[in-house]
C-alpha cells in the first residue's frame, strides 16, 4: 500500500517503502538489464528509505513500468566511434597530449604528473 511522506522527492507520485515495490514496476538499471529503456513515459512511482551514518537524509528510486518500455536502441557504428572518441578525450591529457589507460580524474582536469608539476613550481 503506497503511502506519501512528507518529505518525498515526487509528492505527485506513489511511494514505496525500500524493496517493496509491486510487481511490473522497475528501476532504470533493471530494465536495461532486461533490455529495456524507459522510452519517454513519466516516472510511475518511487521507494525511498532513509539513510543513517554517514549518509543522513533519504535515498529515492524512481520506478518505471515494464509494459509501457521500448527496447534498447541498438548501437550503431556512428554511435559506437562517437562514444570511442569521447572516452579517448576522458584519457588524454590536455597539457602534455599523452593517452593514459584510465580515465582522468576529473577534479584535477590533468594527468597526475601535470598536476604535481604545477604545484611544485607554484611552491
Same mark, same amino acid.
Given at each position: 500500500?503506497?503511502?506519501?511522506? =512528507?518529505?518525498? /522527492?515526487?509528492?505527485?507520485? =506513489?511511494?514505496?517503502?525500500?524493496?517493496?515495490?509491486?510487481?511490473?514496476?522497475?528501476?532504470?538499471?533493471? &530494465?536495461?538489464?532486461?533490455?529495456?529503456?524507459? +522510452?519517454?513515459?513519466?516516472? /510511475?512511482?518511487?521507494?525511498?528509505?532513509?539513510?543513517?551514518?554517514?549518509?543522513? +537524509?533519504?535515498?529515492?528510486?524512481?520506478?518505471?513500468?515494464?509494459? &509501457? /518500455?521500448?527496447?534498447?536502441?541498438?548501437?550503431? =557504428?556512428?554511435?559506437?566511434?562517437?562514444? /570511442?572518441?569521447?572516452?579517448?578525450?576522458?584519457?588524454?591529457?590536455?597539457?602534455?597530449?599523452?593517452?593514459?589507460?584510465?580515465?582522468?580524474?576529473?577534479? &584535477?582536469?590533468?594527468?597526475? &604528473?601535470?598536476?604535481? =608539476?604545477?604545484?611544485?613550481?607554484?611552491?
Amino acid at each position: 500500500m503506497p503511502r506519501q511522506p =512528507s518529505d518525498s /522527492a515526487n509528492p505527485l507520485v =506513489s511511494t514505496y517503502p525500500w524493496r517493496f515495490a509491486p510487481d511490473g514496476y522497475t528501476t532504470r538499471r533493471q &530494465l536495461r538489464e532486461r533490455g529495456l529503456r524507459p +522510452g519517454g513515459q513519466p516516472v /510511475a512511482a518511487q521507494v525511498m528509505r532513509r539513510h543513517r551514518g554517514r549518509k543522513a +537524509g533519504v535515498q529515492v528510486a524512481y520506478l518505471y513500468r515494464i509494459d &509501457l /518500455a521500448k527496447p534498447v536502441r541498438p548501437m550503431t =557504428s556512428r554511435r559506437c566511434g562517437a562514444l /570511442a572518441l569521447a572516452m579517448l578525450a576522458r584519457r588524454t591529457c590536455p597539457e602534455c597530449r599523452v593517452i593514459y589507460s584510465y580515465c582522468l580524474p576529473t577534479s &584535477l582536469g590533468m594527468c597526475i &604528473l601535470c598536476a604535481h =608539476s604545477e604545484e611544485q613550481r607554484v611552491a
